[in-house]
């Protein structure tokens, strides 16, 4: 039962991971989200819940929206306690 459900936490974390990334890229082209059809709207509604609270705690820095970063720290870390069950 303990192996499902650490392979259900890594395989959680890496979509999680991947939408991140796409949430980074996607910014680089299309800061607003608005546009672009489904698959847009589905990233940054899937991500905007893990990233807004992260952004909130952070202070301002200048332009640079460090959330992601923490956010996959953040999944590392728990993929790692997860692992080490």
Do not use: C, H, K
């Amino acid at each position: 039962m303990t192996l499902v459900l650490v392979n259900f936490i890594r395989l959680l974390a890496t979509v999680l991971w991947f939408l991140l990334i796409a949430r980074v890229l996607l910014s680089w082209t299309n800061p607003t989200g608005q546009g672009g059809g489904g698959l847009v709207a589905f990233v940054y509604q899937a991500t905007e819940p893990i990233l807004a609270p992260i952004r909130r705690m952070l202070p301002s820095s200048g332009g640079i929206d460090w959330s992601p970063l923490i956010a996959m720290l953040i999944l590392g870390a728990i993929v790692r306690v997860a692992v080490n069950l």
